[in-house]
């Protein structure tokens, strides 16, 4: 998600491309992906808890900051880092890779974690994502917070692979329209099970903040 998202950014600002859409679609549907995850124990089986369930599919349409008094989910950085130390690994985990992701996009955005409301990610539930995020955490944070959610759409919807990147800007975009979040800057973070890690800052701007 990340990825598409900076090419988006590139295809609008640099080859002035009015509206881009981005597809979150992948494989873990194909019978060859599944047995793979099963055979790792990645998958939620009737001897398995700690999985996730499989599904997919999703878009979004980005464009430019527009120039009109409306209610806007903004991206204002994004960053990306290489977890060396990835569930599979015997390495110690340090979460280097997403504290690498984390501050590249804060600097971009040029803010601190601190003034951030609230986490969202892709975890679906396993232990070590979890882990990691607070491993994050720790070597990030500087300011105390009170509270720090962190959200995981899915514990509503399931592991939908590729397009949990979309469904995460959906639930920030409809939390903050409607009032439900615990305020309108935003850390969302993502990892692949290679070790890619993103990190994404957003932020809502009201139609009266604007």
Known sequence: MGIALQQARKLIYEESIPRVIIAGVDSLL???????????????????????????????????????????????????GVEKATEESELPLRADGLVQAIKAALTEADCSLGAMDFRITDSSGRQYSFKEANLALTRILRERKEEFDIWHPADCIGEVGAAIGIAIFTVCLAATLKGYAPGNNILCHLANDDGRRVAMILTYKSARAI
Not at 33 to 60: D, W
Request: glycine share 12%; hydrophobic share 40%.
């Open 30 to 80: 194909v019978g060859p992906t599944l047995k793979a995850y099963e055979e790792q124990e990645h998958l939620l089986t009737s001897r398995n808890s700690n999985g996730f369930i499989p599904g997919e599919a999703a878009a979004v349409m980005v464009g430019p900051v527009p120039a009109i008094d409306e209610p806007q989910l903004l991206c204002l950085g994004v960053g990306f």
